[in-house]
């Protein structure tokens, strides 16, 4: 069974269209992530939750609207896609001791 | 401030050969560190940890250092294959669950 599943695993979308990235995880974990990878292969934390409550927001556009149902999901929302947002993003999750992010297979999103 | 960085964005070694991918911490409150493998097309995978309350750290062919009187970690890496071609990231977890990661180093494997 895979870990952290995120879907789709590619998207490819207009500029100005909204668009949404699932993410669950089956780890019994209380945090969940979300990450951008740019081209460059930079990792760029976006948002944290834990126990479905938002805990970290990086300075991310309004644009972006992360939402987490429980706590084994968080999904993004994106709306109004911009070239810019053009990257792969990750999705994580992490039990709240010192341990290590479980990460999804990531999520290429291309805005033409 | 909060970063974490490499000094080498690229590092070729001879297939059989030790690898040694350094990083540099800025946080000393930092007490959790992790180095993670990201193969092409793949999410980040996890390799080995380590608490600050350490200095070394070994698994399976691979070791963490650490020096927190420099604020420096570094990832060996014993007789290296082909399949360790990848992206190295130190990362560091700090309060609140973050982790934040550095720039990477692309391991080239020369045959």
């Known amino acids: 069974d895979t870990a952290v599943s995120q879907t789709p695993k590619y998207l490819v979308t207009q500029m100005g269209n909204d668009k949404s990235i699932k993410c669950e995880q089956n780890?019994?974990?209380?945090?969940m992530y979300w990450y951008k990878q740019d081209s460059k292969k930079f990792l760029k934390i976006m948002f944290s939750?834990?126990?479905?409550?938002?805990?970290i927001n990086e300075t991310v556009p309004n644009r972006f609207s992360p939402k987490s149902p429980d706590k084994a999901h968080l999904n993004l929302h994106i709306n109004s896609l911009e070239l810019g947002d053009s990257a792969v993003y990750f999705c994580?999750?992490?039990?709240?001791?010192?341990?290590?992010?479980?990460f999804g297979q990531g999520t290429r999103l291309t805005v033409v | 401030g909060e970063s974490v960085g490499l000094h080498l964005p690229t590092l070729s070694v001879q297939e059989g050969d030790n690898s040694i991918i350094n990083c540099a911490y800025s946080?000393?409150?930092?007490?959790?560190f992790i180095w993670y493998k990201q193969e092409s097309g793949k999410g980040p995978q996890f390799i080995i940890d380590?608490?600050?309350?350490?200095d070394k750290r070994q698994g399976q062919r691979v070791t963490v250092l650490l020096n927190k009187t420099v604020k420096h970690l570094s990832l060996q890496i014993a007789a290296t294959q082909p399949g360790d071609s990848a992206v190295y990231f130190c990362?560091?977890?700090?309060?609140?669950?973050?982790?934040?990661f550095g720039k990477g180093t692309r391991l080239h494997i020369l045959p």
């Open positions: 939750y834990n126990n479905k409550e938002l805990i």
């Open positions: 780890l019994g974990h209380d945090t």
């Open positions: 990362a560091e977890k700090l309060w609140q669950d973050k982790i934040i």
């Open positions: 946080n000393s409150a930092s007490d959790y």
């Open positions: 380590i608490r600050s309350n350490m």
């Open positions: 994580a999750s992490s039990s709240t001791v010192n341990t290590e992010a479980f």
